[in-house]
Nanobody, 120 residues
Framework: QVQLVESGGGLVQAGGSLRLSCAAS????????MGWYRQAPGKQRELVATIRNDGVTNYADSVKGRFTISRDNAKNTVYLQMNSLKTEDTAVYYC??????????????WGQGTQVTVSS
């Protein structure tokens, strides 16, 4: 099993910055993709950014140029640096990791979520 602990959420004014962290513990061998998702009230959960083991990243169009995802494989931690925050970025942010022990299937694990609130 893998446990994910998120931190770094909070209240910030529009234009400000926050940095989210998500640390994995437990059975961390085989972790590959890591990512961040968010869910605003009344909306579906959506992808924010992902990062592969080789460092290739993918971003939602709405956050390109403002958010940066990174990872520290030695610490089994993924980060999300969020700059130029907008009120529409307000949501609960979740980290997700995929883990696979070859030749078995991949399993996904979710964090508990951290609230990000951007005020105008």
């Amino acid at each position: 099993q893998v446990q994910l602990v998120e931190s770094g959420g909070g209240l910030v004014q529009a234009g400000g910055s926050l940095r989210l962290s998500c640390a994995a513990s437990g059975s961390t061998s085989g972790i590959n993709n890591m990512g961040w998702y968010r869910q605003a009230p009344g909306k579906q959960r959506e992808l924010v950014a992902t990062i592969r083991n080789d460092g290739v990243t993918n971003y939602a169009d709405s956050v390109k140029g403002r958010f940066t995802i990174s990872r520290d494989n030695a610490k089994n931690t993924v980060y999300l640096q969020m700059n130029s925050l907008k009120t529409e970025d307000t949501a609960v942010y979740y980290c997700k990791i995929l883990r696979r022990i070859w030749p078995g299937p991949s399993y996904e694990y979710w964090g508990q979520g951290t609230q990000v609130t951007v005020s105008s």
